[in-house]
């Protein structure tokens, strides 16, 4: 279970929507979080991987190193 609080103009625009095309809040709450959810996870893993001491290639290094194992 969820619970957000929204700031009045989404909570308003929302509540709109769903009246409108008769769904509810949670239909489309939930269909936002799925579309974004796989964004956000690559988003932040990169972040997370970019704070993260280590060895770090260039593209050209990638595909030199994949050219010379084909």
Do not use: H, V
Request: charged fraction near 35%; glycine fraction near 2%.
């Amino acid at each position: 279970m969820l619970a957000i609080r929204l700031p009045d103009e989404i909570e308003t625009r929302l509540a709109e929507l769903a009246a409108k095309t008769g769904r509810t809040k949670t239909f489309y709450a939930r269909e936002a979080i799925l579309e974004y959810l796989d964004a956000m996870e690559d988003k932040y893993l990169a972040l997370s991987r970019l704070e993260q001491s280590g060895k770090r290639w260039t593209l050209d290094e990638l595909e030199q190193e994949l050219n010379r194992d084909a």
